[in-house]
């Protein structure tokens, strides 16, 4: 062999590495933004989701109804710790009227706050998520 053929193979195999690690580079770049970009849209998505129940969810208890809409949201695009406290006050809800035909919103009060604190801890973990990736 050349030493002429063998100096054009190394440098070939030296272009190709450097390549390779740029092309591998940039794949693992473009990877961690899109996964930021993820997370991002998850939390925007889940604080409005949030806001909209929040806000609603008081309402419908003082007036003694449920919105069809504000429910299946919180079943369907609510993590599960935020469902198991809404499930917690609907369940306290549903004894109150039994027991006494009235609602005391009062009693729900603790109620909403565990929700809040539910959603509190999902966006908190997702920021959490975030500053991870930065």
């Known amino acids: 062999m050349s030493e002429g053929l063998l100096g054009v193979l190394i440098g070939g195999v030296i272009a190709t590495i450097g390549t390779v690690v740029g092309v591998r580079y940039d794949w693992m770049k473009w990877k961690k933004e899109k996964k930021l970009e993820h997370l991002r849209d998850k939390r925007e998505r889940l604080a409005t989701l949030f806001r909209d129940v929040s806000n609603g969810i008081e309402q419908d208890m003082v007036a003694d109804r449920l919105d069809l809409n504000r429910i299946t ?62």
């Open 73 to 134: 949201n919180i079943r369907i695009l609510c993590p599960q710790s935020v469902i198991d406290a809404f499930d917690s006050m609907i369940d306290y809800r549903l004894d109150q009227k039994e027991k006494s035909g009235v609602i005391n919103i009062s009693g729900l009060g603790p109620y909403f706050a565990k929700i809040t604190q539910a959603m509190k801890t999902c966006l908190g973990e997702i920021d959490k998520q975030i500053e991870e990736s930065l």
